[in-house]
C-alpha cells in the first residue's frame, strides 16, 4: 500500500509565478489536510479537504491560496503570484473515511518551495 | 484556540543512554489525542506515539513511552537505549477530537542529537 504522494518535490518559482502542489492520498483515505512548515518552526494546520468539500480552510491565507480536492485525482493546493515569505515546505497529511478510529494523520515527504 | 509548548529547542544524549523530551500543552477541551512526531533529516513526518486524554495508562511503542499528566496538560516523551537513528526533530502535536476539524497544532519541535 503506497505511502501518501506529493509532487513535485521541490518546486522552484519566481515572484509573482504560480505553483501547484499536488497531493495523492493514501488508498481508501478520503481526507486530506494542508499543513505548512517555515523554517526552524513546527508545522501549521492551513485546510482540511474531503472529496469534493473545503471542511475547514481556517489555516488559509485570505488572498493567493486556494485548496481543492476533486472527486477524480489529487488534491491541488495552489499558490498565485507567489512571494518570497511563501517560500516553505509544505506536506500534506491523509486519514481514513472515518478518521475517529484512531484519529492518525499519515504524511506525505512533502514539497519545498523555493521562490526567488 | 489550543497552544502546544516544546520548551527544549536541542537536546542531545549519549547513544545507550535514555532522554526524556518536555511538551505542555493548554486547551479547554476534555477529549483530545496527543501524538509526537520525529522528523530525520529526510524531512518525512513520521508517528512516533499517540495517546488518548481518556486514557489513564501512559502508551508505550517499544523503546518510545511517554509521561502523560493530564492535569498538568503535560505530555513528555522517553527515549531508551538511545540509537543514532534517533537523531531528528521531535514535534508534539494536539487534535482536539470533538471540534469535526481534525487539525493537528504542532510545537515548534526539539531538535535531538544521538552522540555515538
Known amino acids: 500500500n503506497a505511502g501518501v504522494m506529493q509532487n513535485p518535490r521541490h518546486l522552484v518559482r519566481r515572484r509573482g509565478q504560480e505553483a501547484r502542489l499536488r497531493c495523492s492520498p493514501m488508498k481508501g483515505h478520503s481526507h486530506v489536510y494542508w499543513y505548512r512548515q517555515l523554517p526552524e518552526e513546527g508545522l501549521k494546520f492551513m485546510v482540511y479537504l474531503q472529496k469534493e468539500n473545503i471542511i475547514d480552510e481556517s489555516g488559509m491565507p485570505k488572498e493567493r491560496f486556494s485548496a481543492e480536492f476533486p472527486k477524480e485525482g489529487p488534491s491541488i493546493l495552489r499558490i498565485q503570484q507567489v512571494v518570497r515569505g511563501d517560500s516553505a515546505a509544505y506536506f500534506c497529511?491523509?486519514?481514513?473515511?472515518?478518521?475517529?478510529?484512531?484519529?492518525?494523520?499519515?504524511f506525505g515527504p512533502g514539497t519545498r518551495l523555493t521562490v526567488t | 484556540a489550543q497552544t502546544v509548548t516544546q520548551s527544549q529547542p536541542e537536546m542531545s544524549v549519549q547513544e545507550a543512554e535514555t532522554v526524556t523530551l518536555s511538551c505542555t500543552y493548554d486547551t479547554s477541551e476534555s477529549n483530545y489525542y496527543l501524538f509526537w512526531y520525529k522528523q530525520p533529516p529526510s524531512r518525512q513526518m513520521i508517528l512516533v506515539i499517540r495517546q488518548e486524554a481518556y486514557k489513564q495508562q501512559n502508551a508505550t511503542e517499544n523503546r518510545f513511552s511517554v509521561n502523560f499528566q493530564k492535569a498538568a496538560k503535560s505530555f513528555s516523551l522517553k527515549i531508551s537505549d538511545s540509537q543514532l537513528g534517533d537523531t531528528a526533530m521531535y514535534f508534539c502535536?494536539?487534535?482536539?477530537?470533538?471540534?469535526?476539524?481534525?487539525?493537528?497544532?504542532f510545537g515548534k519541535g526539539t531538535k535531538l542529537s544521538v552522540i555515538p
Open positions: 502535536a494536539f487534535l482536539d477530537s470533538g471540534a469535526g476539524s481534525y487539525q493537528l497544532t
Open positions: 497529511a491523509s486519514s481514513p473515511r472515518l478518521p475517529q478510529s484512531s484519529y492518525e494523520q499519515y
